[in-house]
């Protein structure tokens, strides 16, 4: 880690903390009912109710019907009182985003004075107010489960699919089409995908997963949204936790996992959070959380060979090359032990150390008006596994990752009915890839002499460096208007800057003797740097209407995206031989877009225990910054088809989708859930080839792609409750495309002969046919309890090939890889120490070690070697410097083995 970073994110985020504020989300929660006489049945007009340990709360109106506002999701005591009667307590309410509570109350006489009734509340089996599929996990479920990362919780999600490279898919869309929300504020990496707050998983409050339709006020995503509610400062009291574990990879695989199983700690995780009142304002809190968490990962190397080595290896090589034997140019050329002079020790090559810390702070500054700050502090340092240096670790670069994100919210009630919110924040991330950030470093080599797959020393001499910063506003406006109408509108506004700086040291002179290191010129096909300022603008309308048990949601949005950058004037521009290798064009400012996406969602019962909803939606995306502006300067490499060009002109990604669902109590406790959607996906993003005048050529990104999803996804659910929890889910999904990766073209063109584009619909890298997820929570959360995930996917599909054929290919995507399982297991008991409760807990991920392949060789469908002739493997079995076992060994091919945790939590 970088000290000088952490110090600072140290220094800015606990002392905002100390004076700081949880977040309202974006689309708070309602609570709702009717207060009756319970020996009458008449209504109580003067009955008031409210939440307990807050300042929020209603009186009833002439027919007794209250309605509670903007209440943060989580778990409430709700009071009900009127003079004369007992008051009435309802512990563990429990409240979910856009979603409406209803509770109820029937009030007694009161026969002594201060009589209270507390009843223990039971959540509504059917969600009867839900429109689309939506799932939702609590803080009290991700404590019980077997869990480390938000990724986990996003895994047992129906219709979520991760490819080999770790990218998440949802509902068969390209990795990228969610939407992040923290908080209600939008948080999605619009750069290279995914959320830019890093969040961990002891701060949520709420998780919520939208993987259909989903109302106006969400945008920029076409396949679903996720949405964090973080956790609030308690109001009332201090209190914390400190917790921590210990872990390591064990596993008997050692024969494919070289250096993991053996008894060593290779995982340390350290976290603390503390909360409260600030006694010195009214109706204020804080919370203030942080962790440490550091693994060497499970894919190592081996050092044989050091960087240093990379010239004298080259050397001997040009020199035994001369003289080489026919057995030597068919076996290869020996490389003396005295020249790979590396220790043999086994070094991580998939590490990963990180700091995240996030702070709160939630206060009151006049009646009705609520004010909260939130800051996120992240910094990261990795190394991405490359199998090519796995006996050569050192010339591997590391990736940094850092990011410092304010929320700043508040909410203003006007009255019982109705209020507003405002909402900025300000985020900057920064990524950087570098061996060194010295591009004259000495460690610097040429490219190194390879064999069989494997580098022989060498460097990455790349350095890439991304930034952005985003300035963001809007204002959200709510009213019960009336009993059954629940208006939305508001507007957002983001404002981007967009850095990129990219080089190559190059390495002159011959491979074997010492580097002679240069930096090309800047904005040269191997010094690129640009900035950009993009902006967008939004503004929706939405409807709830409520009639009974029928729930319509109705609303529209409108998206304006300008981004405020140039393209060139013709594409097929020679180059200017007086400026390096750019398009000899003027340039013309980009076109902006906009446009309207229609949002419908109806629920109605079926039954006295059943809710249909349908739903249908238009969903559009603007495609990634690094997509759009990539080569800024509008360059053309030399040679073949070598140079990608962005385009500032891309339209927006259109969806259209399509939902129907039911919910069907089985028993008092049980009910199934079924779903079947449909998703047509146009404007995805994909290449065409352009030729200039002077007979360059380079590919461009337009929109051109095609893609549909479709499935069923059927679930049994029982919530927890009475020490008992279950979940099963399986989705059937096909998702098909005219290509998978929108740089499909570029790749194709690199073969020789070209591959020609599919000119049909086929199944997508992702295309993950049956998935079965299951959970099972025993025990009392105060005391112990036992819980399991299991999951089960078939395999993804892939490209066989044809050894020994005339034809190198078979059609795309037509074979699949073997189908992976995981058992996950968690087991935590609380005790009391000293009056404090400190609970121990133990974690086995891949308990059953079972080897699951992410990728498998084209030419088997199976992981663990290809196709050989039998020449060919007797060939290899002479090889001298490797045996055919570490040439066929590919760790990366497969997911984690048994990993196991220990470690404890205390809380005061």
Known sequence: MRPLFILCALWVALPSVASATPLESLAPGKITGRITDAATGEAFPAATVRLEDTTMGASADMDGVYTILNVRPGTYTVVASMVGYKTVRVEGVLVESDRTTTLDFELEEEVYEGEEVIVQARRDLIETDRTTSASYVNAEQIESLPVQEVGDLLQLQAGVAYDAGGRLHLRGGRAGEVAYLVDGIPVSDQFRGGSKVEIENSWIQELQVISGTFNAEYGQAQSGVINVVTRAGNLSSYSGSASGFLGSYATGRDDLYMGVGQPSVDQVNAELNLNGPLRFLPSSSFLVSGRYYSTDGWLYGQRRVRVEDTVPIQRYIQAAQQNASDSENLIGIAIPDSLMTGDGAFVPMNPSTKLSLHGNLSLQPFNGFQLGYSVFVTDEERRSYQDSRRYAPDGQPTIYESGVNHILSGTHVLSPTTFYRVGASYQTNVRSSYLSDNPLDALFQGSPYSAN?????????????????????????????????????????QFHRVSLDERQTVSDGPVYEDPELRVPDVNTALNNAYTQRPFSLAAYLQDKLEIDEIVLNAGIRFDYWNPNADVPADLEATTDPDDGIRLDTETVPAETSAQLSPRLGLAFPVSDSGVLHVSYGH???????????????????????ETIMGNANLKPERTVAYEIGLQQGVTADWKVELTVYYKDIRNLLGQEIITTRDTKVYARYVNRDYGNTKGVTLSLIRQFQDRFGFTVDYTYQVARGNASDPNSVFFNNQTQPPIEPEKQVLPLDWDQRHSLNGTVILGDPRDWTLSLIGRFHTGQPYTPSNPGSQLSRQFQNSEREPVTFTLDLNFAKTVQIAGQGVRFFARGYNLLDRLNAQSVYSSTGNPFHPYRTLGETEVLLQNPNFSVDEIDRRPDFFQAPRRVVAGMTLSF
């Open 453 to 493: 797959g494997f580098a022989f020393g060498g460097t990455s001499n790349g350095y890439s460096r991304s930034s952005q910063a985003t300035m963001l506003g809007k204002v959200d406006f709510t009213s019960q208007v009336n009993r059954t109408n629940l208006i939305q509108t508001g507007v957002e506004a």
């Open 619 to 641: 969903f559009f995306q603007v495609p990634r910054f690094s997509y759009i502006f990539d080569n800024s300067e509008f360059e053309v490499e030399l040679g073949d088809l």
